[in-house]
């Protein structure tokens, strides 16, 4: 029989919603490489520095993407750093939830493919139909919505680890330490 030698609670297995959500975070990360890590992060309980530096990486590919230099997501191996940015993002929003991370991984991955396909395939029927800047900004709002839905707020703290006091986690917002009066 194995034994845990640390205090953490076991990770339980992922809920078919998390699988789901994984599998969107990876379709907006096929269309924005960078929200595969920033969604997780911006709206997680991360530095604010942090948060920060991962709003600026997604307005940077927003911006970046509208130039006419930017090369094809499918170029130098983007298909695959599109999966593996879904990937990590699914496995973060796993760890969140206190779940196993392979199923949502996989997710990400297949969603990150996905997306990249897809927004290739996308940008291909809309250059007949609209200029690129607008199937662009198109593209933009989809998987940002996409991103935000996957990662919403609501979603930080797992039911089945609230209240656990041996592991450290609360089911609280990290912001410092409880306080307590006594009655007089």
């Not at 139909?129 to 797992?158: I, K, M, N, S, Y």
């Amino acid at each position: 029989m194995l034994t845990r030698l640390d205090d953490a609670p076991a990770r339980r297995r992922p809920r078919a919603g998390l699988v789901l959500r994984s599998l969107l975070l990876g379709w907006a990360a096929g269309a924005r490489s960078s929200l595969g890590l920033a969604a997780p992060t911006i709206a997680g309980d991360h530095h604010p520095v942090l948060r920060a530096g991962a709003a600026t990486a997604v307005a940077g590919e927003l911006l970046v993407d509208k130039l006419p230099v930017a090369p094809s997501r499918l170029a130098y191996g983007g298909a695959f750093v599109r999966a593996a940015s879904g990937a990590v993002g699914a496995t973060l929003l796993a760890a969140r939830d206190g779940s196993r991370p392979f199923a949502p991984a996989l997710a990400g991955a297949a969603g990150g493919l996905a997306g990249a396909y897809g927004g290739v395939a996308w940008r291909g029927w809309a250059a007949g139909h609209v200029p690129d800047w607008q199937a662009a900004l198109a593209e933009d709002v989809v998987a940002l919505t996409a991103a935000a839905l996957a990662c919403a707020p609501g979603r930080l703290r797992p039911p089945a680890l609230e209240g656990r006091g041996s592991s450290g986690y609360s089911g609280r917002a990290r912001r410092g330490p409880r306080t307590t009066t006594t009655p007089p």
